[in-house]
């Protein structure tokens, strides 16, 4: 089975720091994906950053960075210059494998955490 | 191109009535999903088809079924709708290849539904 944590309910940052938002992973698949969605007050899910387990460099997206640390099994999401657009709701998922190395896509979703970017 | 739209936006039922969210995808993705969303939690899988024909099981498929209608449309119908049901349900779809294999998943913007 396949588990996400995000252990920071809620986060809080001023306008244009940097901040990081906590993920740890627990699969015993060989191959899996990692990915994080936004979720402003709006309800969309907004898909911001991918890393894949095999992927040697931390994945970039922007202002977005992946810090992926696969012996911790963690994969923190590293928002630079945060904005006020920023202030929403951030999930981390994985998408494991099936039989044969394939997947179906499925994602198992951590709870979320709130960020709230301060002016 | 409208990607994943569902339908409808909001809907309030009372215990015990049925009714069908309707979920499409304008991507040609093989594989589509139904999730809800409740306050302070996750999204959870309800069920997925992997493909045109085929559909299974999720997390917490209970007082759920779908029917996959072609490779386009997938719905979820509610027989007798709970008020534990009060969720806010998103569609997605993909083409998911391998694990490991950048494949994004792409959502619906969700129905917000409450069972009195």
Known sequence: AQKITQTQ????????????????????????????????????????IYQGSYDQQNATEGRY???????????????????????????????????????????T?????????HP | NAGVTQTPKFQVLKTGQSMTLQCAQDMNHNSMYWYRQDPGMGLRLIY???????????????GYNVSR???????????SAAPSQTSVYFCASSDPGLASSYNEQFFGPGTRLTVL
Do not use: H
């Open chain 2, 69 to 79: 209608l072609n490779k386009r449309e997938f719905s979820l119908r509610l027989e």
């Open chain 2, 48 to 62: 997925y088809s992997a493909s045109e024909g085929t559909t299974d099981k999720g997390e917490v498929p209970n």
């Open chain 1, 65 to 107: 960075s992946l810090n992926f640390q696969k012996a911790r099994k963690s994969a923190n999401l590293v928002i630079s210059a945060s904005q006020l657009g920023d202030s929403a709701m951030y999930f981390c998922a994985m998408r494991g494998t099936n039989a044969g190395g394939t997947s179906y896509g499925k994602l």
């Open chain 1, 109 to 117: 979703f951590g709870q979320g955490t709130i960020l709230t970017v």
């Open chain 1, 9 to 48: 309910p809620g986060m809080f940052v001023q306008e244009k720091e940097a901040v990081t938002l906590d993920c740890t992973y627990d699969t015993s698949d060989p191959s899996y994906g990692l990915f994080w969605y936004k979720q402003p007050s709006s309800g969309e899910m907004i898909f911001l």
